[in-house]
């Protein structure tokens, strides 16, 4: 049981370049979500799934797209990277959002030049 | 809205008793809490459930003020093991969707010997 794991661990962009930040976790868990931590910020929701072929958007989604086609991924792309978005991302997964915890992987640290 | 946590930071010796407060404007379902040490992932710590319901850790309490939409962790006894930096995520009541939590900015915990 992995639970909740996030490749890769670290990344280097190029203004403008696109990439996917992979998601996967083992539970079974239908809700997943992604979030972005920034210095002084706190953990900011981007996009979330409360199942495969169901996803919305959270607190700051401009430039990143995401889908669910399956229960145990849940990739997140980034469209045209953009110095703002130099962040570590957090995947988190729940089988109960409101009442049990959310899972967090262990984080993808992205530097976009 | 992001909920506001108090204090920004706090130093403590071994032995002592804190409390982190987390204040929302929102009327709130639940709040969550998690505690982060440097580099790695969020991990659980306690939910509060409006009507009173808790989940969470044995040494740590909490209390939810369904009324004021206010919550506080009570960490007493501290542990070299407490430091970290300490989240509220609240989820509203009413409108967005089951399980999205809003993070507060974080507490700053540090526990000297």
Not at chain 1, 12 to 27: I, P, R, W
Not at chain 1, 58 to 68: C, I, K, M, T, W
Not at chain 1, 75 to 103: G, I, N
Not at chain 2, 39 to 62: D, N, R, T, Y
Request: charged share 15%; hydrophobic share 30%; proline share 5%.
């Amino acid at each position: 049981n992995a639970g909740v794991t996030q490749t890769p661990k670290f990344q280097v962009l190029k203004t403008g370049q696109s990439m996917t930040l992979q998601c996967a976790q083992d539970m079974n868990h239908e809700y997943m979500s992604w979030y972005r931590q920034d210095p002084g910020m706190g953990l900011r929701l981007i996009h979330y799934s409360v199942g495969a072929g169901i996803t919305d958007q959270g607190e700051v989604p401009n430039g990143y797209n995401v889908s669910r086609s399956t229960t145990e991924d849940f990739p997140l792309r980034l469209l045209s990277a953009a110095p703002s978005q130099t962040s570590v991302y957090f995947c988190a997964s729940s089988a109960f959002p409101s009442t049990d915890t959310q899972y967090f992987g262990p984080g993808t640290r992205l530097t976009v030049l | 809205q992001q909920p506001v946590q108090s204090p920004q930071a706090v130093i403590l010796r071994e032995g002592e008793d804190a409390v982190i407060n987390c204040s929302s404007s929102k009327a709130l379902y639940s709040v969550h809490w998690y505690r982060q040490k440097h580099g790695e992932a969020p991990v659980f710590l306690m939910i509060l459930l409006k009507g009173g319901e808790q989940k969470g850790h044995e040494k740590i309490s909490a209390s939810f003020n369904e009324k004021k939409q206010q919550s506080s962790l009570y960490l007493t006894a501290s542990q070299l093991s407490y430091s970290g930096t300490y989240f509220c995520g609240t989820e509203a009541e009413y409108g967005g969707s089951q399980g999205n939590l809003i993070f507060g900015k974080g507490t700053k915990l540090s526990v000297k010997p």
